[in-house]
């Protein structure tokens, strides 16, 4: 178990790292943010110099591999950082200086337990991108087909199990303090990056991800995920079919290439609704480096390391949810939140529908190019706090998705209207899945299937039974054991007095990270 020591030690880097880069003015700064934090920002920026406009993909980038993807998480918590900084952090790129080829050639050996080349008749050593969890090579197998090779980074998983460490010590202090922070839930965001990069950090399941979206997506015409060589795939190496394309970013050569940019913008929204809604289970890392259009005008997607999962009623209401704001019916959006428990049953379903109509009434029938994001954004976390909304870890990477799947959109397509290419896709789906006929198949295999349990279910009568609500039930958090707790175990004598001091004057360093939780 890590010493406290050790996590104010690493607190302690960081946010002097964070300072140096301006990164604790917009805490410092930010009503919601506690006071005590608000008090430890300011000793913690003590004597660093700090640049005008704060650079927070900088500061991140600087900290290390696990900063740059918590700072991708924290991208999608406006609620959480602040407006500037997860605008600013929405513009963090995941890539680091290769490691060595003889590295990489020595963990695929290790990986296999035999030699690369009774694998690869060739690996081309300079690799094709190098990101903070791995890094993917070129190469051609021994039957001759070329793939692209990803391997994990020699130690990642240490460093990556070391740093989320702390990161959930400094989320509990956080909590701690109630108020604001509670709301916001900062351990269960901790709690859900740290599964999100565990799963990276295992590159079968990766391949399995891409495997199960491909069998998902297959009937999509125009969106293609490439296949997984298996038998040169394991837990920290994956081969993968090579793709030839352009990425979807370089838009004038998508012209020059003939493609049409707005029919593409078109189809990449619908498959990322077709996989959101209809399937319940999508590709969470849709940024512009993981899509390529090939010549025939195909999209194909890359990099499955963080996929998303919505259950069938979660589904529901999400459709439900899009259908009524671009409808206009914000009475339905209203009950829906109180339906799902997102918002506490005290409040007034009118009230919030009212609220919902401020929000929403602005963005109808208008092209992205024409929205102000940041507006909405403020209006829609201004209601979350004003009808005691909890955050939603569950929705965090569906969010993050449809940001990044909207700011490709728009650049292919600056008159794309969303709503208005979401709303046929949304109807036919609701029509399916929550009209009379499927309603009363629903009906049907849910009382067979209860009168098949009855027997199981009179024996568990007194077990508990599960939560109600939209959001699924929260993983279970490890137990952090706060520093006040601690001091209370120990001695009052002097000595004992003079570490809680030193312990007390160390966390205001951890304030520097922690408050980037609050």
């Not at 049953?345 to 929205?371: C, I, N, Q």
């Not at 909207?406 to 290419?421: C, F, K, R, S, Y």
Request: aromatic share 8%.
């Amino acid at each position: 178990m890590t010493k406290p020591a050790t996590h104010i030690w690493r607190l302690l880097k960081w946010g002097r790292t964070l300072a140096r880069h301006g990164a604790l003015r917009g805490i410092e700064r930010d009503p919601n943010t506690p006071q005590p934090v608000r008090r430890l920002t300011r000793l913690a920026r003590f004597g660093a110099f700090q640049p005008r406009e704060p650079d927070y993909a900088a500061a991140f980038r600087d900290i290390g591999p696990a900063a740059i993807k918590l700072g991708q998480t924290l991208a999608t918590r406006p609620d959480l950082v602040g407006e500037d900084a997860a605008r600013n952090l929405l513009s963090l790129q995941d890539s680091l200086p290769p490691v060595d080829y003889a590295e990489i050639e020595s963990q695929i050996e290790r990986s296999f337990e035999r030699p690369a080349s009774d694998l690869y008749s060739h690996i081309d050593p300079d690799p094709v991108g190098a990101a903070s969890i791995a890094q993917v090579h070129k190469g051609v197998t021994s039957d001759g087909r070329t793939v692209a090779i990803k391997v994990l980074r020699p130690g990642i998983r240490e460093k990556f199990a070391k740093d989320i460490a702390t990161y959930e010590w400094a989320a509990a202090h956080l909590e701690a303090l109630g108020g604001e922070a509670s709301r916001l839930r900062p351990r269960l965001t901790i709690a859900n990056f740290k599964r999100w990069t565990n799963r990276e950090l295992d590159l079968r399941r990766e391949a399995a991800s891409a495997s199960e979206l491909a069998a998902a997506m297959k009937g999509f015409h125009g969106y293609r995920i490439p296949e997984i060589d298996w038998d040169r795939t394991n837990g920290r190496v994956m081969t993968i079919e090579w793709i030839d394309g352009i990425k979807i970013s370089e838009t004038q050569k998508l012209r020059d290439a003939g493609h049409d940019l707005p029919a593409l913008a078109r189809r990449l929204v619908l498959a990322f609704l077709t996989q959101a809604i209809s399937g319940g289970f999508f590709h969470a890392d849709m940024h512009q480096g993981n899509l390529f259009v090939r010549q025939d005008g195909e999209i194909v997607a890359i990099d499955f390391g963080i996929m998303g999962r919505i259950d069938r009623r979660a589904r529901q209401w999400l459709a439900e949810i899009l259908y009524g704001l671009t409808t206009g019916d914000y009475r339905r959006v209203a009950e829906i939140h109180f339906e799902a428990q997102y918002v506490p049953s005290y409040h007034s379903v009118d009230e919030f529908a009212t609220a919902l109509r401020a929000v929403g009434e602005p963005m109808r029938g208008k092209p992205v190019s024409e929205l102000s994001v940041g507006q909405m954004l403020d209006g829609l976390f201004a209601i979350t706090r004003d009808f005691d909304m909890q955050t939603q870890p569950h929705l965090l990477l569906l969010q993050k998705t449809m940001v990044m799947v909207e700011g490709i959109a728009t650049q292919l397509d600056p008159e794309i209207n969303m709503w208005d290419v979401a709303a046929p896709f949304v109807r036919s789906w609701i029509r399916d899945e929550l009209g009379p006929e499927a309603a009363l198949a629903d009906r049907i295999r849910e009382d067979t299937q209860t009168l098949l349990r009855l027997p199981s279910l009179l024996r568990r009568l007194e077990e508990k039974f599960p939560p109600k609500g939209g959001a699924p039930e929260p993983p279970p958090l490890p137990k952090i054991e706060l520093i006040w707790e601690r001091r209370q175990r120990e001695s009052r004598g002097w000595l004992g007095y003079a570490g809680a001091a030193v312990a007390g004057g160390a966390l205001v360093w951890a304030g520097s990270l922690a408050g980037l939780f609050g």
